[in-house]
């Protein structure tokens, strides 16, 4: 959530895929390898909300889209924090997430839940309007969510997770994002793992082990003050890795702490399909993550570090398989 975190500049390459903005559509990504570079990197994460209905292991997927042109007529859904909106025919809510909206010490801000129309369909996204960038926190980290987290509780959107990492054959997440925002933000895909593979009704962020995000795009080139552990190619994209011990939570909502672990990818996207399992893997050979630990959700993220923005989901579809039978 907070650490000791600064802006530092890489180059920076933008690449995009070629992904349909059509509803509910699906494609795939795979794997890499590891090398070695002095330390930097790191920065906080977010808390959040999950909510809707389900829960056992089984595959599945939640995706939400949109497409079409013609002139978007936008409207706010909520600007009240936490507020869930889940979206229809999908296993994904949203998530006004104001995690740590006491870093703005009073001064002004809003953050709203948005949808709009485009031609026929209907798309979904969020605006926020923050202070300027105040070391070493985050202020809040707007969301769609795939499934259960332990800070929230309550039922899953989806009967694929939680899941034991070890009974997941992959994890791979599909989205595509119009993203237009000052640069002090990430977008990040986030996985809280904890010990039990139960959502269950109560909140319990003291099961929480560890906190692993995939940052896509950092374009305030935000970094510095944790654990480096070198650089890792998966399913194409080449990572920097950083991890942290003891992660506090900075918004005082517990006292219990674990282990966080960041994937920065050395490639600028607002667009990708992604195979999760990849890194969860990559964390076990590292030893920062026991693979009998269960991940709760999938979460798309801007963390908001300061300043303005607007994201627009195209496309958020996650798919949990389990092992094949042999």
Known sequence: MTIGLAPHLYPRLYIACSLAAALASV???????????????????????????????????????????????????????????????????????????????GQPHTQCLRRRSIGTREQFGWTWSWPTYKPYSSYAAPEVVFGWKAWDGGASTTAALPRRIDALESLTVDFSVELTAEPMHALNTTMWITTSDVATEEKNPADIRNEIMVWFSNPGALGGGIQYDGQVTLGAIPFKVWHQVNQPDASGGTTHTWTMIIYEAQVDLHEAVFDLKLVLDDATQKALVDPTHAVGGVELITEIFGGSGELWLDRFKVEAMPPTRK
């Open 27 to 105: 494609s795939a990504c795979d794997p890499g390898s590891t090398s070695d570079e002095p330390a930097s990197g790191g920065r906080p994460s977010g808390t959040g909300g999950s909510t809707a209905s389900g829960g056992s292991p089984s595959a599945s997927g939640g995706a939400v889209g949109t497409g079409g042109a013609a002139s978007p007529r936008a409207s706010d859904i909520s600007c009240t924090p936490w507020h869930r909106e889940p979206i229809p025919g999908t296993q994904t809510v949203l998530v006004n997430n104001t995690w740590n909206e006491q870093w703005a010490d």
